[in-house]
């Protein structure tokens, strides 16, 4: 159980949080390329300043930056640049 824990600023690349439980858990400011958080409940504010990449799996309409600042928009089970989403 991860509830309430602070991540901010943390390197969780790759982190497997199969069975996590993250309520109130703090994202800011952390790398999170290639970690699946699609199966938990997870407020897209506790991710603002997080870093992913097209790897990230986060719950779907989440956005997210990456290292190079491209917003990222989460459509069904993968991410898509925001400039690829049309309408």
Do not use: Y
Request: with cysteine.
């Amino acid at each position: 159980k991860l509830n309430q824990a602070d991540f901010t600023g943390a390197s969780l690349r790759k982190a497997d949080f199969e069975d996590a439980e993250f309520h109130g858990a703090k994202f800011h400011g952390a790398d999170i390329c290639g970690v699946n958080l699609t199966r938990w409940f997870v407020d897209e504010r506790q991710l603002l300043g997080a870093v992913g990449d097209l790897k990230t799996k986060l719950p779907r309409g989440f956005t997210m930056r990456t290292a190079d600042c491209t917003l990222l928009v989460s459509k069904g089970n993968e991410m898509v640049p925001q400039a690829q989403i049309k309408g």
